[in-house]
């Protein structure tokens, strides 16, 4: 096999292996630019942290790859394929993207669980209803999903009923529930007490052990060098530094990131 021929397994195997592309994603909200052609790619079980100040524009990336947010423009491509886009940046192809969307599971801030529905309830409901699961199929993997985030006697409670970090790992079980190619956390303990914190980076950090790809928007630093194989800083809707957790927290390039640093105490 000649030089080219190498060349081009290579290329073709490394796309394979990726589970998410951006590709110079800008977004608008009217004439506030807040994304400035963001482009990032993640291979599979990668676990990518991203960091950066108020503003930055981190949480808007992450709602724009799963089209809570609709991108101005870009690319976004998801186990190779392309969601198809207009020239406005909108969803082009419904039925596409409510398929991809399956394959990019999300955990909020502030958990976004149905409080009028049971833990169990919670995480059967996609499966169920969008995935077109069989209850009973359904209902024995959210229990084992439940368990495995240790929340396993807390099955027929209520969210009201449990603290923010129970509650957070029961949005994590949820987001499991659809075997997605890629997890998207946003900031997924910001809303915790203190004491509250360990419990949910335990289980994240678990999923990464597993080879889970995940994109994760946090401002826990020791956590992200810690887990993370890849971490990118954002400021002000661009990527200012990025590179291995060691690179970019033990010697950092930029002296913006240098100063973030120093503000949040690394």
Not at 212 to 225: C, D, I, Y
Request: overall charge negative; charged content about 25%.
């Amino acid at each position: 096999m000649g030089l080219d021929d190498n060349l081009a397994q290579e290329a073709g195997q490394n796309t394979a292996d990726e589970a998410i592309k951006v590709t110079d994603l800008h977004k608008s909200f009217g004439t506030l630019e807040v994304l400035k052609g963001v482009s990032l790619t993640a291979q599979k079980g990668d676990v990518v942290a991203i960091i950066g100040g108020s503003g930055s524009g981190k949480s808007t990336l992450l709602r724009c790859i799963n089209f809570l947010e609709t991108p101005t423009s870009g690319t976004i491509t998801v186990s190779g394929e392309d969601v198809e886009m207009r020239a406005d940046g909108s969803p082009a192809n419904r039925r596409q993207l409510e398929r991809i969307r399956t394959r990019l599971a999300m955990v909020f801030q502030a958990f976004n669980l149905w409080t009028h529905r049971t833990l169990l309830e919670n995480v059967i409901e996609v499966p169920v209803y969008v995935l077109k699961m069989p209850r009973a199929e359904a209902i024995k993997k959210a229990k084992v999903l439940l368990d495995r985030v240790g929340l396993g006697d807390k099955a027929e409670t209520f969210p009201s009923f449990l603290s923010g970090g129970q509650q957070q790992r029961a949005a994590i079980a949820r987001a499991l529930a659809v075997d997605p190619s890629v997890m998207l956390f946003d900031e997924p303990t910001s809303a915790l007490d203190p004491e509250l914190v360990g419990e949910v980076l335990t289980v994240i950090r678990d999923l990464a052990a597993e080879g889970r790809t995940m994109l994760l928007v946090t401002h826990e630093m020791k956590f992200a060098r810690e887990v993370a194989t890849h971490i990118i800083y954002l400021y002000e809707g661009r990527i200012e530094e990025q590179g291995p957790p060691d690179a970019v927290f033990g010697n950092p390039k930029s002296p913006r990131l240098q100063q973030f640093l120093k503000t949040v105490g690394w």
